[in-house]
């Protein structure tokens, strides 16, 4: 069985001092007619990374919701995972081809994941490339395929476009951020585009009082008495950490006290990662005034949030970008962005709220000094910048999109009930067809026997029945 991510409960009402009731009642109002359907979101890893900070506060929504919703993770080996990075990097337009032996190995890893998948799901969404060949080698059944696409893939290698276009025949829907996006030939026919968003409620993004903020740097060792500015970020090529310590150094000509801190999440599923950070640590280890930070030595979410409430300027230097939570989240917090034109930054900035979109290194600097010498165009930047991330990238909205696009495949293909086949019952909790030796615990409910293969779904089914029977 593939890895399940626990998550906790999260009710939806908690969201409405933040997006207003009038919005709340229609999530609820929207989602009420997918109450008891089955969702699974599947991905590469737990942490690092915006995908798996999505999913740590959807999933709790969307079963609060009343849905059925899991979180998965799939499983490889080191050879797989390097492979996949090849492939993200080459559907963001990277040049290293992909050879035989690394198609091999990501053929080899998906047919595993495939036999693990064994739960049936009325709506199957698929993250990002490395699980996109799920579908070859599970097959569709009664589910309803929705491949997401967190990167920019407007101009993919072709060969490596080309490799997993194959995977792609089959799925219902495809979901990109941005139109751009849409690779040539896409074999899907319906395309939707819903940017991502944060979570305002989660650690990262609570507000933090400063005092607060800065007893947190100072503890970790980063002085608030000198200016500081930071970017957030995975140790990526594509984030270009490299050029912000270049932009750093030319503004540390003009304020030769600032600070710079880099703080990087390091991802199960980024070997590479490891090697960008040990580039980063190589140039920065001359300058004490540079910190660099990773989530394995204890820089977490609340850690983040400090650096982001507390910085001058959050920098996001990115060359390719799907999204770039990190943009919305020093928003959220008041703080202005000087960002690379890259991927979805933009569209996070609208008409110039929020900081100052650059080009280059040289342009980055000069974006930094003026934020830092204009301190009330900062806050003003700042400040519209916020007042848009509330109006669009907050979690609920997210969560309204997707529970539309699920609503629209259903009109497309009605889900019909899983009757009992030729008297096999079925799980109710993971809706798989069960023999009776394969049955491990029954539980009564309201005068009728339910039958479990696992005490898993034995426990999820006695925390809440009526969830799971509330079926088409």
Known sequence: ??????????????????????????????AKPLRGLRVLHLNATPYGGGVSEILRSAIPLLNDLGLV???KIISGNDEFFDVTKRIHNGLQGAREPLNEEQ?????????????????????????????????????????????????????????????VLGYLRGYDAAVFTLPDFVPPDLPIDLVRFIPPAIDPLSPKNLDLPDQLARQILDWIGVSVEHPLITQVSRFDPWKDPLGVIAAYRIVR????????????????????????????????????LIHV??????????EVNAFQAISRVVVQKSIREGFGLVVSEALWKGTPVVAGRAGGIPLQFGDGDGGILVDSVDQCAQAILQL???????????????????????????LLNEVMLMEELIRKRPIEAQPETDGVPRDPVCGMAITVDQIVVTAMFQGQEYR?????????????????????
């Open 253 to 288: 000509e003009h304020v030769p006290d600032l600070q710079l801190a880099l703080v990087g999440s390091m991802a199960l599923d980024d070997p590479q990662g490891w090697d960008i950070y040990r580039e980063i640590s190589s140039e920065s280890e001359a300058d004490p």
């Open 69 to 71: 919703a899991d979180w």
């Open 372 to 398: 830092l010498d204009r301190p009330d165009e900062a806050r003003d930047r700042g400040r519209r910048g916020r007042e848009r991330v509330g109006q669009h990238f907050l979690i609920p909205r997210l």
């Open 103 to 163: 198609k091999a190995t990501y053929m080899a890893n998906s047919e595993l994941n495939a036999r693990a998948f064994e739960e049936e799901y009325d709506f199957v969404f698929i993250n990002d490339p490395q699980p996109a060949a799920m579908l070859e080698y599970k097959g569709r059944r009664s589910g309803r395929w929705i491949g997401r696409c967190h990167i920019d893939t407007s101009e993919p290698n072709p060969q490596v476009w080309s490799f």
């Open 293 to 302: 930070f990773t989530n394995l030595t204890g820089v977490g979410n609340i």
């Open 1 to 30: 069985m593939l890895q399940l991510v626990d998550v906790v409960s999260q009710d939806p009402r908690t969201f409405e001092q933040v997006i207003g009731s009038r919005k709340l009642e229609e999530l609820v109002a929207l």
């Open 452 to 472: 479990f293969d696992s005490e898993y779904c034995h426990r999820r089914f006695l925390a809440s029945p009526e969830r799971y029977l509330i079926r088409p």
